[in-house]
């Protein structure tokens, strides 16, 4: 016998619309293939004017939170609001009813889900976020029911669409961050205030819950190393193109023996990575299991079908499961006391400098990075001054690309040669791979 399944959406923006559409569309789908007939049985939202556009019949909408969960014909709550604000009010009261929930928040999911999940353990349902991470990559999935039969050592990623469509288009057509950033707001993939997502917030609250899973502890976001894409320069994606390098901003999580290390920042990775052809809006996940080598997951990280086809998988997922599933590490508020989180850690280094063009200015400058312990495998002086000029005009760009260090001594080598007036470094930025 079929199973029927009452579902209530609370937001109806990208993501809530896509949810619905989706659940309408596939109705007849579902039940044949799962089973189990999903209908949307209420709506929550601020204005009317979605309800119209997805010609939502008016006897869903609700007036309030009471009345959705009160509702005897809802299952399974899906909150697509975002944000740490009444989105958690909203869960926090469905849970409390003993209504499995949905959502695809990340910030919420980062910060309380180890508050959310104890509620719905209390009251034995569900909480699901599939949706949170990497939009309609099934990257959830995967790690609690794909690969849990390895240890997971590493996973790289590009997690976040915006950066990676601003990235693609400054390597692509030679242009500065500033005006690909404009574009992309007027084409919709920039938010009005991009923050979040250019200065790698949103990454980071993905790397935390990724990450947690992956390597079965709490990572908490505050322990992840963090610096966004908007300092980045034209000239450097040039300098590092001409190098064989591709600029991403990725999200790196490693499991060590010495402990867990986990980062997002701008990278240069080889030209030949898979990870340097995932170009415009997509997103793709790279994991390392010590059973099953390298996988790596590919898609569209964002977006209102994309994204719901996660939502409605959890949904699905929930409507058909009586046991419920929570996460495989112990949800607390902080890290386990006895993991240690590398903030020393180890990369190779692109650094462009700004160099006085003339004899012995590169032996004080390797003299430094030695004196620092850092092996240079390139260095790449970018055109010459004009021997008769002084100030800027006698300076040139230098790039170097060093051996694997480690981030303090490149930080000392830095402030060093800033402080000698042959030079200035204008940039520093993480390759792997090198
Ligand atoms: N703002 C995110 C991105 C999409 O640009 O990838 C939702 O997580």
Redesign the pocket.
């Known amino acids: 016998m079929v199973k029927k399944v009452g579902v209530a959406i609370l937001g109806l923006g990208v993501v809530g619309g896509g949810t619905y559409q989706t659940l309408v569309k596939h109705r007849e789908f579902y039940k044949q293939t799962q089973n189990v007939d999903v209908t949307v049985e209420s709506v929550l939202v601020r204005s009317g004017k979605r309800v119209k556009e997805l010609g939502i019949p008016e006897e869903l909408v609700a007036k309030t939170i009471e009345e959705v969960v009160a509702n005897p014909a809802v299952d399974i709550v899906v909150e697509t609001i975002g944000g740490c604000g009444v989105a958690k009010e909203y869960i926090l009261a469905a849970l409390n009813e003993g209504k499995s929930v949905v959502t695809a928040n ?1 910030e919420l999911i980062c910060k309380y889900s180890h508050e959310l999940e104890r509620v719905a353990k209390r009251n034995s349902c569900g909480l699901y976020y599939e949706a949170s991470c990497v ?1 309609g990559v099934p990257i959830i999935r995967t790690l609690l029911d794909g690969v849990q039969a390895n240890r997971i050592t590493e996973m790289m990623g590009i ?5 990676n469509y601003i990235l693609t288009k400054m390597t692509q057509e030679g242009a500065e961050y500033d005006e690909v950033l404009k574009e992309a707001q007027r084409l919709g993939y920039a ?1 009005a205030d991009p923050t ?2 250019v200065e790698g917030h ?1 990454a980071t609250y ?1 790397l935390s819950i990724l990450a947690s899973m992956a390597f079965h502890t709490k990572v908490p976001y505050t322990k992840i190393f963090r610096e966004g894409i908007s300092e980045v320069g034209r000239k450097d994606i040039q300098f590092g193109k001409e190098l064989g390098y591709t600029l991403k901003l990725l999200a790196i999580a490693k499991n060590t023996e010495k402990g867990i290390e986990v980062r997002v920042h701008p990278t240069f990775v080889r030209d030949r990575h898979p990870l340097a052809a995932v170009n415009d ?1 997509y ?1 793709a996940v790279f994991l390392r299991g010590d059973a099953v080598g390298d996988v790596m997951l590919y898609g569209r ?2 977006g209102a079908f994309p ?1 719901a086809s996660a939502v409605v998988s959890d949904v699905i997922f929930a409507a058909t499961h009586a046991d419920v599933k929570y996460s495989t590490f112990k949800n607390t508020a902080n890290a386990d006391p006895n993991v240690n989180f590398i903030s020393d850690f180890e990369s190779a280094y692109y650094i462009r400098l700004f160099v006085d063009d003339k004899a012995g200015t590169l032996t004080k400058i390797t003299g430094i990075f030695a004196r620092y312990g850092i092996s240079i495998v390139v260095v790449d002086q970018k055109g010459r001054a004009d021997p008769t000029a002084t100030g800027d005009a006698a300076r040139v760009p230098l790039v170097v690309i060093t051996h694997k260090t480690r981030e303090n001594s490149i930080k000392k080598a830095v402030a060093k040669i800033n402080e000698t007036d042959l030079a200035i470094v204008r940039s520093v930025i993480r390759v792997e791979d090198q």
């Open positions: 990340k939009g997690i976040n669409g915006t950066t938010e979040a997502d949103d993905k809006s997103n990280g964002a994204t």
